[in-house]
């Protein structure tokens, strides 16, 4: 256990509850803090988790990151810069310093690069930059070689599906938040695809328009939010499925995670009530460690499930209106 952590309130400079709130900011930070201290116990000094099987994966150690990064300490000199620089150093490791692709398959590069661009700028470290540049390029090249214009598991699949492609739309927005050059075409013919597989009745399915689910159409909202689409009718008719349509069992975490933010995009009147639910939620289901359970495993789920509370701070830029 790292020295330093605390369960007191929140440090100050963060700002809890920016729109008004019946649930007491303290409570918020109690149940993050102490899912932070079960990654910071559980990570090892290599920087990523021996969970199998997916602790070792640089999606799942990417998410871990974003989620201290998230709470708003100094990145690097406050109580989570260590397990942070760990975690940013064992992705970089598993980067091809030829071609920029992270880890085994996409899903891994999308969510790295997510962290590479939230980290970027805020902790010290030179080579974040380059790495984020190069990140961006093995996306942008991988979409441009694919007939849908979009992205799966591998940098030549010629396929697509909106989980996967989606990783790469928030990643590629979270990079031009942070002032990396990414071509507008790009994000463009990402949505193209997006709207591609849009049912009839607003949601999301996996490869074409068919069999919407909750998750999928979270991705699609979020997606089409960060992109200031928001006026689109396809937007609308989206978060219309997404409100009345309940996450499917076993996949709760990768639903929080995308849910909260797509509410959080939607208004302050439809993020107060989802947020004050998912709250009670959590803070019921935390486990005596600190983590959450879940079928991708505990870290995965920790990590996902702080971030789905995350929005409570706004420290992050992908996490603005």
């Known amino acids: 256990m790292m020295a ?41 000094t290599e920087g990523h988790w021996t969970e199998m099987p997916y602790g070792s994966e640089p999606a799942v150690v990417g998410l871990a990151i974003v989620s201290m990064l998230a709470h708003g300490d100094d990145p690097n000199f406050g109580p989570y810069s ?3 620089r760990r975690g940013l150093e064992f992705i970089l490791k598993q980067m091809n ?25 805020a ?53 031009r938040n942070a002032g990396i050059a990414v071509p507008e075409e790009a994000i463009r013919k990402g949505l193209r695809f997006f709207l591609n597989c849009q049912t009839p009745d607003g949601g999301f399915g996996y490869t074409q328009g068919s069999a919407p689910n909750a998750a999928r159409t979270a991705i699609g909202c979020l997606t089409l939010a960060l992109a200031k689409e928001k006026n689109l009718p396809a937007y609308q008719s989206a978060f219309n499925f997404l409100q009345k349509t309940p996450p499917e069992s076993g996949f709760q975490q990768y639903y929080l995670y995308y849910a909260s933010q797509a509410f959080f995009q939607a208004s302050p009147e439809a993020w107060q009530t989802w947020n ?46």
Not at 157 to 163: L, P, V, Y
Request: charged share 20%.
């Open 82 to 84: 260590q397990p942070i």
């Open 4 to 44: 330093g952590l605390s369960d007191g309130p929140p440090a100050l400079g963060q700002e809890l509850f920016v729109e008004k709130s019946d649930i007491a900011p303290t409570e918020v930070d109690r149940v993050y803090v102490k899912g932070l201290r079960y990654l910071v116990r559980t990570q090892t």
């Open 276 to 321: 004050r639910k998912n709250i009670k939620a959590l803070a019921a289901a935390q486990n005596a460690e600190g983590g959450w359970d879940g079928q991708f495993g505990a870290t995965f789920s920790t990590a996902a499930s702080l971030l789905s509370l995350a929005l409570n701070y706004r420290f992050l830029p992908i996490y603005e209106r």
């Open 97 to 121: 310093k030829e071609t920029g692709y992270i880890g085994k398959s996409m899903y891994n590069h999308g969510f790295s690069t997510l962290a590479l661009a939230e980290a970027y700028g």
């Open 123 to 175: 902790v010290d470290d030179a080579r974040l930059g380059p790495a984020l540049e190069q990140a961006v390029k093995l996306i942008v090249t991988c979409q441009a070689k694919n007939p849908l214009g979009a992205w799966r598991y591998s940098p030549d699949s010629m396929d697509a599906d909106t989980t996967v492609s989606g990783a790469q739309m928030v990643a590629l927005l979270a990079a």
